[in-house]
């Protein structure tokens, strides 16, 4: 058996993570680069990056790459772009980590606000597309690519006052589900979605601000699961 690859099962993968800055993409980036993986940090503000970058220096992992990118106001040519300078960089991606995730309030259906629904959706549904797609030449120029969506709870059963946040993980629940079926022949791309179930994050202190954090998981006790599926075919 080959020590160094158990020790190291990431070793020489390129993982790009969105909303790496903190939660659950900044325990998955960590984890991911303790395994070995060169990481893409991709998040904003680009200064909130800057922890994670030196966490995994002083840790020894490879030196990460930063990728400042706003899935606010992002397009499918900002998208490009990013899919641009990775490929520049690297010249291929192995694995595309959606962490990145946003909901301003619970609120009805009947109180919704037209432009923060807009921007829910934005943000959890069509740039994770736009990105995804952007960066699929890069992952099929990968021996074992894999794509993670980062799914929840109410997108397998809606739940009252969650509004635009359901509807994009929904949606982001079938993206995940055609790509999959998309990408079968030579060159399959492997594309999972997994609900981390509920963690102490910024998103969920946001919507129940009254209650005790520390009565939740931490993000980091979810980053296994990614990286059992972050590993590859071949290396589990």
């Known amino acids: 058996m080959d020590t160094h690859a158990t020790e190291k099962p990431l070793l020489e ?6 909303g790496a800055a ?3 993409g900044r325990a998955v980036a960590l984890a991911a680069a303790a395994a070995g993986a060169t990481l893409v940090l991709s998040d904003l503000p680009e200064a909130d990056l800057n922890t994670v970058y030196d966490r ?4 020894g992992g490879a030196l990460p ?21 990775v490929g520049e960089t690297f010249g291929r991606l192995d694995a595309l980590v959606h962490c990145a995730a946003f909901a301003p309030y619970l609120s009805r259906i009947d109180d919704y606000e037209h432009a923060e629904w807009e921007r829910v959706l934005r943000i959890n549904l069509t740039s994770p597309f736009l990105l995804t797609q952007a960066c699929l030449p890069l992952l099929h120029a990968s021996r074992d690519p894999v ?7 109410v997108a397998r059963a809606g739940l009252a006052y969650w509004g635009a946040y359901a509807a994009a993980k929904f949606g982001l629940e079938g993206l995940a589900q055609v790509l999959a079926q998309e990408s079968g022949g030579r060159h399959p791309i492997r594309v999972a979605s997994v609900d981390p179930g509920t963690l102490r994050t910024g998103l969920r202190a ?9 009565t939740l998981p931490a993000p980091e006790t979810a980053a296994p699961r990614y990286l059992q599926l972050l590993a590859g075919c071949d290396q589990k």
Do not use: H, M, Q, W
């Open 65 to 85: 790459a930063i990728l400042p990118l706003n899935l606010d106001t992002t397009d499918e040519k900002g998208c490009r772009s990013a899919a641009e300078l």
């Open 147 to 153: 794509v993670i969506f980062t799914s929840d709870r």
């Open 56 to 59: 995994i220096e002083t840790g």
């Open 13 to 18: 993968r390129i993982v790009l993570v969105t």
């Open 206 to 214: 946001r919507l129940y601000p009254g209650e005790d954090p520390f």
């Open 22 to 24: 903190e939660g659950l």
